[in-house]
């Protein structure tokens, strides 16, 4: 399974960008969809899983309220749509396939199987 990120570019503080990622290839089910985040000199962080178990989105602190993890339906995309960004937003953004069932919504980095190359989100001041 091959997990292709886009929609990464340059922008200004307060805009806004939608992330895609797309799955190739044939996989187990997918129990969860997730985006992480990783800036230089800093730990691989969550920011937003689609848990198939409770069908909704769940994020981070740091950007509930400001991120939308979406599904399209039958099909192996994914959208993170970010709105009011700031520069400590700028990171390489990752998207992550989970296809084993879990009582909660995976937040780790080692609990998804399948990872794409990433895709750089950077927010100018």
């Known amino acids: 399974v091959q997990l292709v990120e886009s929609g990464g570019g340059l922008v200004q503080t307060g805009d806004s960008l939608r992330l895609t990622c797309t799955a190739f290839?044939?996989?187990?089910?997918?129990?969860?969809w997730g985006w992480f985040r990783q800036a230089p000199g800093k730990e691989r962080e969550f920011v937003a899983a689609?848990?198939?178990?409770?069908?909704?989105?769940h994020y981070s602190d740091s950007v509930k309220g400001r991120f939308t993890i979406s599904k399209e339906i039958d099909k192996d995309t994914v959208y993170l749509q970010m709105f009011s960004l700031k520069p400590e937003d700028s990171a390489v953004y990752y998207c992550?396939?989970?296809?084993?069932?879990?009582?909660?919504?995976?937040?780790?980095?080692?609990?998804?199987?399948?990872w794409g190359r990433g895709t750089q989100v950077t927010v100018s001041s």
């Open positions: 992550a396939l989970d296809i084993w069932y879990r009582a909660d919504v995976p937040r780790q980095s080692y609990e998804y199987t399948y």
């Open positions: 290839g044939r996989h187990n089910n997918a129990y969860a």
């Open positions: 689609r848990w198939a178990i409770d069908g909704t989105g």
